[in-house]
């Protein structure tokens, strides 16, 4: 299945880039997570604070998918 992975804020400057797309069988945003940050360069995706939007919803790392969603990777947003 292909997905398309969005990144946002800091984790976009840390990882240099702001989206790619990803081929294989994810069951959930945590498995695109987990595949991504076995790479250091994506380290960034293992801070506890990390959210995540399926499909342009918030959503949790358990969010099941199907081929062609957009997932997003975000650290927490505050306003003022």
Do not use: H, K
């Amino acid at each position: 299945m292909s997905i398309n992975v969005l990144f946002f804020a800091r984790y976009a400057e840390v990882v240099g880039f702001d989206s790619l797309e990803m081929e294989g069988d994810f069951a959930t945003v945590d498995a695109v997570r987990l595949a991504l940050a076995a790479d250091p360069e994506f380290a960034v995706l293992n801070e506890t604070s990390l959210m995540c939007a399926r499909n342009q919803e918030l959503c949790n790392l358990d969010e099941p998918l199907q081929p062609g969603d957009e997932v997003a990777f975000f650290p927490p947003v505050t306003g003022g």
